[in-house]
């Protein structure tokens, strides 16, 4: 990114190819990044109904607070639900980032002295928002402007229908990681010395760090229940750049892996982990098409051509795994059967590894649905961590139990990651990562064990695939 041109509004909230170039008010060129396109079905359904149900917004802002704040602070508010919701998140955020700044850069945390502004950008007639033209222009969207020192957020378009899909949380998500940007902004962070994929990241980061502390019960206002949290993630995949961006991309603000990823970091690590996330020590998985026929298939191989391929694919890596360790083996069959595969009373799905037998896939049963709904790599998980279910198997480590039900989590992701870096042939394309996330957020079949045990949080689902992609077989106990 030519640092001349870095973005001086930062959002989160990208759209699907969807960048416009607007004008601020001192008529510099700036890029807004608007999010409908993203949202694109709630943009529609906003606009056609004029607002999301106001009692499943009632109900998720019960849930998610112990008390609101008074919104008399927030510019432009109209003293709705919605923005009792947004003055009460930010309020909280400040709350944590008094509290935090100092500890993580030794200097007090100045408030913004731009504050903050609700737009209503359904009214022809809205006040233009700080850093551009018009209300419209900001549809879907909430941004951080450093020209101003503020945040702004569209009540209309954006945080209502986050509410009502994915809960408040997801509200306070959206809005914590554009503080992370006023944070960037005190700390000297900026997109002229960082790509602007590290920048996002380590908002997503902060934001992770905020409602982890939202979870252990420190805001003042805010609650958040170990079940909202996969939502909230789930709101968080909903923003993940097109597939195929180039994580070296000018706009790019990461996939769906790499953007969950910097969330648990945050949640897991806190703030002062998010503050060291730099282009030199963070690997992105975010990849542009490489082949015209991937780009044509958009990255999806047919389920009669994958499994031959990856049960391939999957032998040559685990026979080198247990190479290493000195271990010999003989790989599995990966066959498709046309029933339930009956070991084990199907405890784990359509999916199954069956001892003497090998990996059954019957098609019908859900493989379909997740192959087309969320693309070949969906499936490629569940044939992972099936085969990583063999591989303990033939080395005599626990089938079942919460051991097993990481180890084989872990090793699906540490299969993955090997993929990331060109061995043979068969590679991840584009978006396959995302697939991941998406099915490991979805569906708890890849982390059963034999007999149907699972982990039980997507979220955590999520981290201990993480944990064998980015540490191998080794940080899962093999190898
Ligand atoms: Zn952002």
Do not use: K
Not at 42 to 56: D, K, L, N, Q, Y
Request: hydrophobic content about 45%.
């Amino acid at each position: 990114m030519d640092s001349d041109h870095s973005p001086p509004i930062n959002s989160a909230w990208a759209g699907v190819a969807h960048n416009e170039r607007v004008g601020n008010r001192a008529g510099t060129a700036i890029t807004a990044m608007l999010a409908c396109a993203a949202l694109a079905a709630g943009c529609a359904s906003v606009a056609g109904r004029a607002a999301p149900s106001g009692s499943i917004v009632a109900d998720t802002i019960r849930e998610s607070t112990v008390s609101l704040v008074d919104p008399g602070f927030v510019r432009g508010g109209d003293d709705g639900a919605i923005d009792r919701l947004a003055a009460t998140a930010v309020a909280d955020v400040e709350a944590f980032w008094r509290r935090h700044y100092p500890e993580v850069f030794g200097q007090p945390w100045r408030e913004l002295a731009g504050g903050f502004v609700s737009v209503d950008t359904a009214d022809p007639r809205a006040e233009a928002p700080p850093c551009t033209d018009s209300a419209a222009l900001i549809t879907g969207n909430a941004y951080y402007c450093p020209a101003e020192d503020v945040v702004v957020w569209d009540r209309a378009a954006l945080l209502p229908v986050l509410a009502e899909r994915y809960g408040a949380p997801a509200v306070t998500m959206v809005l914590a990681h554009e503080m992370g940007h006023a944070v960037q902004h005190r700390a000297g962070v900026t997109g002229a010395r960082q790509p602007t994929i590290v920048i996002e990241a380590m908002a997503d980061c902060y934001a992770g760090a905020f409602l982890r502390w939202v979870a252990d019960g420190s805001a003042e206002h805010l609650r958040l229940s170990p079940a909202q949290l996969d939502p909230t993630l789930r709101a968080l995949v909903t923003f993940r750049d097109p597939v195929g961006t180039d994580d070296r991309d000018a706009g790019a603000h990461g996939g769906a892996f790499d953007r969950v990823s910097a969330f648990l970091d945050g949640y897991a690590a806190g703030a002062a982990t998010c503050a060291r996330i730099t282009a030199d020590n963070r690997e992105f998985t975010q990849r542009a098409f490489t082949s015209a026929d991937d780009l044509e298939r958009g990255g999806n191989l047919p389920l009669p051509e994958l499994l031959p391929a990856m049960a391939r694919d999957l032998g040559d890596y685990f026979t080198e795994v247990l190479r290493d360790a000195g271990t010999g083996w003989s790989p599995p069959p990966v066959e498709a059967v046309d029933a339930a595969p009956g070991c084990l009373a199907g405890a784990q799905g359509a999916v199954a590894f069956c001892p003497g037998e090998g990996v059954r896939v019957w098609p019908e049963g859900m493989v379909a649905d997740i192959h087309a709904g969320v693309g070949d790599y969906g499936t490629g998980v569940l044939l992972a961590s099936r085969y990583a279910l063999g591989v303990l198997h033939a080395t005599g480590r626990p089938v079942a139990g919460p051991d097993a039900q990481r180890a084989v989590l872990c090793l699906a992701g540490a299969y993955t990651g090997s993929l990331l870096r060109p061995r043979r042939d068969f590679t991840v394309s584009p978006g396959d990562l995302d697939e991941a996330v998406q099915v490991l957020l979805g569906y708890d079949y890849p982390a059963r064990d034999a007999h149907g045990g699972v982990i039980g949080a997507g979220f955590e689902r999520v981290a201990t695939f993480r944990e064998g992609v980015l540490g191998g077989a080794g940080a899962c106990g093999l190898g």
